[in-house]
C-alpha cells in the first residue's frame, strides 16, 4: 500500500536521536530515507548495552528502521561529491551538525539550495544557529537548563533528569511538522526552505503549562514530586502490594471511589465532598484512603476501579507498559525481518504505515545508492 510520502526522498546527514527519529516517522510514511554515516558509523551503533540476542545495540535499532545506509567520508573528495550529489537529487535535507558545521564541505543551505531550490533544508541544534551556536546540543544538558529538571523530583531531594532523551524525541517531532509544513507549501509554490530546530526552543514549548506560569503569571515552578497542586486524590497510593496511580479528577469521580474501596462515608463527610475541601484536608483524608488500599494489591484494584470509572492505573516497568499495550490491542511491537521494532503511533486509515526495511547496517546499501545517483 503507498504511503503519504510515496517519492520523496530525505538525505539525512543526522546522527543520534532527534534528526534520526525525525527521519524514522517519514520513513514510516513512505519517504525513501537514505541515511548518511560516517566511516565510524552513527555514534547509537556502538552505545551498548543493551544489545539484541545478535549483538546489535538496541539504541540505534529505536530509531533507524526504513533507511537505507551509506557511509561517506565528506573529507575524502569522491564521496563528498556523493554527498552533493545526493543533496541535489533530494526532496529534504535534514542534519544535527554544529551550525556551520556543513559549510566546508559545500552542504550549507545556500550550497543545497544554489543546487536545487526545491529542496526543503532542517537544521537541528541545541541552541540555536545565534548566540548559543557553539553549545553542545546533549538532551541532558538541556533538561538541566531549561528548568525540566527543577521540576522533576521530590521537593526536599534532588532535582532529576527524565527516564529519556525527552526533548530529543519532541525537536525531532518538531521538525517533523516543520517539514510536513514544507511540504506542503513547496507543493503550492515550487519552493523549498530552511527550517531551523533546535533543543532549547522546542523545550521551553514543551514544557507547555510550566513555562506560561513564568511567562504569563511571573510564577516560577516547582517540584512537588508526584503530588498535583490542585487535586485529591491525585498520585500514587500504597496499596497491599505495590503502588497505584489514582487520578481522581472530580466530585463524582471520587464518590465512586470511595464506594469501591468500601468507604462511601467519605464522600458525604463535608471535609471531603468537595476537590477544594479535598486539597485543604489531603492530610486528614490519606490515613483513610491508604487503610482501605492497603486491603488489596494495585493489580487487585486496577480493574475494579477501571470498571467503575475511576482512572487508575499500576506503576508498570517498561515490560509492563509494552503488554499492556498488546493486551488493549494496540499492537506496540512490529517485526521487520525478524527484528522486533516498536509501531509508528500514528494510525492512519488510507496510507498506514509502512515497515519495509529493518535498521541497516552501515554502508548495506552504499553501492545501490551511489549507482543510482551515477
Not at 71 to 79: K, M, P
Not at 100 to 114: E, H, K, T
Not at 194 to 200: N, P
Request: glycine share 10%.
Amino acid at each position: 500500500m503507498a504511503g503519504s510520502l510515496d517519492g520523496v526522498v530525505v538525505a539525512d546527514f543526522s546522527r543520534v536521536l532527534a534528526g534520526p527519529y525525525c527521519t524514522m516517522l517519514l520513513a514510516d510514511l513512505g519517504a525513501e530515507v537514505i541515511k548518511v554515516e560516517g566511516p565510524g558509523g552513527d555514534d547509537t551503533r556502538h552505545w551498548v548495552p543493551p544489545v539484541t540476542a545478535d549483538g546489535v545495540g538496541t539504541y540505534y535499532l529505536s530509531m533507524n528502521r526504513n533507511k537505507r545506509s551509506i557511509a561517506l567520508d565528506l573529507v575524502n573528495t569522491d564521496d563528498n561529491t556523493v554527498a552533493r550529489k545526493l543533496a541535489a537529487r533530494a526532496d529534504v535535507f535534514i542534519h544535527n551538525f554544529k551550525p556551520g558545521g556543513l559549510d566546508r564541505f559545500g552542504l550549507s543551505y545556500p550550497d543545497v539550495r544554489a543546487r536545487n531550490p526545491r529542496t526543503i533544508y532542517c537544521s537541528i541544534s541545541g541552541f540555536g544557529s545565534g548566540a548559543g551556536a557553539a553549545l553542545p546540543g546533549y538532551d541532558l544538558l538541556v533538561q538541566a537548563v531549561s528548568g525540566l529538571m527543577s521540576l522533576t523530583g521530590s521537593p526536599d531531594g534532588p532535582p532529576f533528569r527524565a527516564g529519556v532523551a525527552v526533548f530529543d524525541v519532541i525537536a525531532g517531532l518538531h521538525a517533523t511538522v516543520g517539514i510536513l509544513a514544507a511540504l506542503k507549501h513547496r507543493d503550492a509554490t515550487g519552493e523549498g526552505q530552511h527550517i531551523e530546530i533546535d533543543l532549547l526552543s522546542s523545550a521551553m514549548s514543551a514544557l507547555v503549562n510550566q513555562t506560561s506560569a513564568y511567562v504569563a503569571g511571573g510564577v516560577v515552578p516547582h517540584r512537588m514530586g508526584n503530588a498535583h497542586l490542585s487535586l485529591y486524590p491525585y498520585e500514587p497510593m500504597p496499596t497491599g502490594d505495590g503502588e497505584l496511580i489514582i487520578c481522581v479528577g472530580n466530585d463524582r469521580q471520587f464518590r465512586r471511589f470511595t464506594e469501591v474501596i468500601g468507604a462511601p462515608g467519605l464522600a458525604d463527610d463535608e471535609r471531603f465532598a468537595t476537590n477544594q475541601a479535598r486539597n485543604h484536608n489531603r492530610e486528614a483524608l490519606r490515613p483513610s484512603l491508604e487503610a482501605r488500599l492497603a486491603q488489596k494489591s494495585a493489580q487487585d484494584w486496577f480493574p475494579l476501579l477501571t470498571a467503575a470509572g475511576v482512572p487508575c492505573g499500576p506503576i508498570n516497568d517498561v515490560r509492563g507498559g509494552v503488554e499492556l499495550a498488546q493486551s488493549l490491542g494496540l499492537d506496540p511491537v512490529v517485526p521487520i525481518d525478524g527484528v522486533p521494532t516498536v509501531r509508528n503511533p500514528i494510525k492512519m486509515s488510507a496510507t498506514p504505515a509502512n515497515y519495509r526495511y529493518a535498521p541497516p547496517d552501515l554502508d548495506e546499501q552504499g553501492a545501490e545508492i551511489r549507482n543510482w545517483l551515477g
